[in-house]
């Protein structure tokens, strides 16, 4: 035998092969968060976000930011989506939402996200939100997957939403253990209580396991869905946001945040973090006749507009991702997939309709900071249940449409039917803002786009700068978007067009006469779709940038930030966005691109012809049990009937 420094080739072969036979593939632990409508606009400084997430923006500074997450628009089918691996459309949950005591669930065919993680060595635990269906304990989380350690390990509310310290619905508790409701937490917020019942888990998980042992956490909270409740010591760190609904949402999400991080050092302590995979998701885009934002993006929860399908997503391992941004598409059905490659695992799987998931694990671990996924479109949903019968009147949030984004196929939505109300560009918390009583406690925002009595049509706002030896082209009242190279103090907006002359990589400038200290944000590009209008801005060019024209805005009256699901007259016409040069969903092309839309009904008419009936399609489906009520009459709590 050859030999090496005294030792056999062969056996330095076999040390490594056990070496690598012996190591662990991919994280050892994960952690699933899901945010209950959260908006785009309501967390992370880099979405531009007033509301402060500090924990969450060290995470995506260091992780994977999924800058085209999509969903579905409401709680029920994302979460059947994120659970089972398929868009939601094959799951008979596409419709609405599931109320307590319908007869209705998950269908019991499906394995959960638990189920497969579970036939790859892991333990599952569920705290939070379930909203599945619970007519009997097999559609139980606790029966779905997360055993825990033994007989089943989950902790939450199994309905869609509740008070936030007494956690009541309609009347009654919901707050479960596997064994029986909890009746003694009244008081409790339950960002807390579910954060602390989530570090008992881990503490418990620490001292009984052994270096393979590896567990999946799933933490659903019930932030920031409504109502609008926080503990008064974080509503009061935002007594500048003069809309007190929009100042209690900010209480609302930095709460959450600071739970997140008791969470994340519970794990660091405990000897996990480092091992431990991040997920971060929205279930679907915020709704703003709450007090929620997806500015700049049109619309939000309910709807098929990018304000209710386009959400926040991001990745976090510092020894797995590097800091990055992720480009390409991803559905919440793609984490079956991504989750069990990233543990090295394989699906089993042979339910139908199949799955719908693709693992993005090779575009989150890839080297660069701007990577693409191997998804070439996502599906926005397929709802049959008001196509021919009108068998929710009050229901609609759209009926099919699809988006894709490839080298090939450019980065288009098409939409059949219109996709629902709110259909604005809803930004809540601005000067001047009409508000609408008449949705009761919602307190629907009506007003839209930032408009204010007095200003100008977009189109008019072009004009040359006066300003002695000026040579800015300049739009007063508009405010750009985008990553700032410096900002100053300066005492007039020509002061401010002087000093993006001089700063290298200057293109363009707003200046905000109403603010204290820098006033004078230089940038190097202006995106027009996301400018705002803006009372006491003005915003210019360096002299030589070329501004963009901007994007006609519709008519402020014949768009809303308020919730109304009445059955359109286009049920199933096209609709077709260039998410490329409009992701703002201003400017419909089908009658311009004919050619276009044919290309991606190919794409979409098999999601549409594989569709599965919804399972709440028909009223009579939607009623609730009575024999559901007469439970939780005798328990005091939400609970099994059958």
């Known amino acids: 035998l050859s030999m090496h420094m005294g030792t056999p080739r062969w056996a330095v072969w076999l040390c490594a092969c056990l070496q690598l036979a012996h190591a662990v593939v991919g994280p050892k632990h994960i952690l699933f ?46 979460r059947s989506s994120i659970m089972t691996g398929r868009f939601a459309s094959h799951t008979g949950l596409q419709h609405s939402y599931l ?41 139980c989380p606790w029966n779905r997957g997360f055993r825990g350690a033994g007989n089943g390990s989950f902790l939450g509310y199994l309905g869609g939403g509740e008070d936030y310290y007494t956690h009541k619905a309609d009347g009654y508790v919901d707050l479960a253990t596997p064994t029986a409701p909890l009746l003694n937490q009244t008081g409790v917020y339950s960002a807390q209580l579910f954060t602390d019942h989530a570090i008992a888990v881990v503490k418990d998980f620490a001292l009984r396991s052994k270096d ?24 009061d760190k935002y007594t500048w946001i003069t809309d007190t609904d929009r100042r209690t949402m900010a209480g609302m999400v930095s709460c959450m945040d600071y739970h997140i991080s008791r969470l994340a050092a519970a794990y660091q302590q405990a000897g996990l973090w480092e091992d431990t995979l991040v ?72 339910t139908q309709p199949p799955l719908d998931s693709i693992s993005a694990w090779p575009a989150l671990t890839a080297p660069g900071t701007s990577v693409d996924t191997d998804r070439t479109h996502a599906l926005v949903n397929v709802d049959q249940t008001n196509q021919g019968d009108l068998n929710d009147p009050g229901g609609w949030s759209g009926y099919a449409g699809i988006v894709v984004k490839s080298p090939a196929l450019g980065h288009w939505k098409l939409q059949l039917g219109n996709p629902g109300v709110p259909d604005g560009w809803c930004r809540p918390n601005q000067p001047n803002l009409t508000r609408d009583h008449s949705q009761g406690s919602s307190a629907a925002f009506t007003a839209v786009n930032n408009l204010h009595p007095g200003v100008p049509h977009p189109a008019a706002l072009v004009q040359r700068d006066v300003r002695g030896a000026g040579t800015c082209d300049v739009r007063p009242q508009w405010a750009f978007p985008g990553q700032d190279i410096v900002s100053k103090p300066v005492s007039t907006a020509g002061h401010c067009c002087d000093a993006c002359v001089q700063e290298p990589g200057c293109k ?62 286009n049920r199933t016409g096209a609709l077709l966005f260039n998410l490329d040069q409009d992701p703002g969903e201003r400017v419909d092309l089908a009658a311009q691109h004919r050619d276009k839309v044919q290309s ?36 005091g709590a939400w609970w099994p009937w059958e």
């Open 279 to 350: 997920v971060f998701v929205a279930d679907n885009g915020g709704p703003p006749y709450v007090a929620n934002s997806n500015y700049p993006m049109r619309g939000g929860k309910w709807t098929s507009w990018e304000g209710g399908v386009h959400l926040v997503g991001f990745a976090y391992n510092e020894k797995l991702i590097s800091p990055k941004n992720v480009t390409g598409l991803m559905h919440h059905c793609d984490w079956v997939a991504t989750l069990v490659e990233a543990v090295g695992g394989k699906i089993n799987d042979t």
């Open 508 to 569: 363009v400038w707003t200046f905000h006469n109403a603010s204290s200290g820098d006033n004078c944000y230089l940038k190097s590009s202006a995106d027009m779709s996301r400018a705002e209008l803006c009372t006491g801005c003005v915003s210019g060019n360096n002299g030589h940038y070329v501004l963009p024209e901007a994007s006609p805005f519709p008519d402020p009256a014949s768009v809303s930030c308020s919730f109304r699901g009445d059955i359109p007259l």
């Open 600 to 635: 991606l009904m190919a794409l979409l008419q098999p999601y549409i012809d594989s569709a599965v009936p919804p399972l709440n399609m028909y009223p009579e489906e939607r009623k609730v049990d009575p024999r559901s009520k007469a439970m939780a009459e005798k328990m």
């Open 33 to 78: 968060i899901v945010s209950d409508d959260c908006g785009y606009n309501d967390v992370l400084k880099m979405h531009g976000s007033e509301i402060a997430t500090p924990f969450l923006d060290s995470l995506v500074s260091k992780g994977a930011h999924l800058e085209q997450y999509r969903g579905h628009s409401i709680c029920t089918p994302s």
């Open 212 to 235: 393979d042992d590896r567990m999946f956490m799933y933490l659903a909270y019930q932030s920031v869905h409504s109502p609008l409740q926080a503990p008064q010591e974080w509503v």
């Open 99 to 139: 109320t307590n005591g319908q007869d209705i669930g998950l269908p019991l065919k499906f394995k959960t996200l638990a189920d497969h993680l579970n036939e790859n060595g892991f333990e599952s635990h569920a705290v939070g939100k379930w909203h599945l269906g619970f007519t009997d304990e097999r559609y």
